[in-house]
């Protein structure tokens, strides 16, 4: 087996890079008219071509040596797993993980069953890593393998790249040491100022803030607000095994099932926020048949908090949300004296 795994390191992490950013530029334009470089179209056909042999029952005879085995699985998890980006989101956490599997080397090469075979252990390994990972939006960014051994046994270090909390740009995100009260009062009577559901209407003005660049502009209301409640969109609900974790894309608690609280973390800060902007941005325009651009889109969310009682105990609470709609327009010359 040759050892010259320097440049195999190089040239995988290359070929890792040069992959995802192609399946970047595939993945936000579905009508695939994307251009494809011949090496790009190279790297697939070979991709294609390796995942064919190993779906095959038949015992072709066909061998191949580690290296290129380990090259070509490599090359296929990213293929197959791996996106670099999410659009023009970004990442609120990144992951740096790692994991060690030892392997035998089998003198003359591998065959296709062999091949197969450790492509699944592999597979399987990283898997397990992966899913330790608890965000719910976590996405594999890149698998990079560094083989390190001898003619008896190769010690393949596997080092992964994960990112999570899609959709918020870095001003639209909560520190990780931020935590707030769900609402604005809570069932006493004593006002939280700031509170989860005034940062997230703060945050939502952050969020359209690119689209006013100086004074003068001004939103039209366009029509009626658009109010949404919790249980109109679950995400991560299942019946009868209430977490209180995550459950809508709106915040909601039960006093009455594992997990409640009244005081919001970072995780969830900017999951919710997330949500409020994927309902703003993309659910409830296809839901009504609009689309939203830089002149017409939601420009204003009014987050509400709300308790539900059962006689005189507490039993729920929650967040609403209404979303209003407008159009964009330019005053002309402004003056700030007039006001």
Not at 51 to 60: D, R, V
Not at 252 to 266: E, I, K, M, V
Request: charged share 15%.
């Amino acid at each position: 087996m040759k050892k010259n795994y320097l440049i195999y390191f190089v040239i995988l992490a290359f070929v890792t890079i040069t992959f995802t950013n192609c399946k970047k530029y595939e993945a936000t334009k579905p009508d695939n008219k994307v251009q494809l470089t011949s090496y790009n179209l190279q790297i697939n056909q070979m991709i294609t071509g390796f995942k064919a042999k190993l779906a095959s029952k038949l015992k072709s005879g066909e061998t191949m040596s580690f290296d290129s085995a380990l090259w070509y699985i490599n090359i296929t998890l990213n293929g197959t797993y791996a996106v670099l980006s999410n659009g023009n989101l970004q990442p609120g956490k990144t992951y740096f993980d790692s994991l060690t599997i030892t392997l035998p080397v089998v003198a003359g090469g591998l065959n296709i069953e062999q091949i197969n075979n450790l492509y699944n252990k592999i597979t399987d390994s990283a898997r397990v890593v992966y899913h330790r990972i608890s965000d719910p939006d976590k996405q594999l960014a890149a698998i990079i393998f560094d083989p390190r051994g001898n003619e008896n046994s190769i010690e393949l270090k596997i080092k992964m790249l994960t990112y999570s909390t899609w959709g918020l740009q870095y001003w639209e995100r909560f520190g990780e040491s931020e935590t707030y009260y769900y609402g604005y009062v809570d069932e006493n009577g004593n006002h939280y100022n700031p509170c989860a559901a005034g940062k997230f209407n703060e945050k939502f003005a952050l969020h359209v803030s690119p689209y006013m660049p100086a004074p003068g502009y001004f939103w039209i209301p366009a029509f009626t607000k658009f109010v949404i409640q919790p249980e109109e969109f679950p995400y991560n609900w299942q019946a009868g095994t209430h977490t209180n974790y995550l459950e809508y894309y709106l915040f909601t608690s039960y006093f009455y099932f594992p997990g409640y609280h009244t005081w919001l973390c970072a995780d969830e800060l900017n999951f919710y926020m997330s949500k409020a902007i994927e309902l703003a941005d993309v659910i409830i325009p296809q839901q009504n048949n609009f689309e939203v651009s830089e002149n017409f889109r939601c420009y204003q969310i009014n987050v509400g908090s709300c308790m539900g009682f059962c006689g005189n105990s507490l039993v729920e609470i929650n967040h609403s949300i209404n979303f209003y709609y407008g159009w964009r327009e330019i005053i002309g010359q402004w003056d700030p004296l007039e006001l």
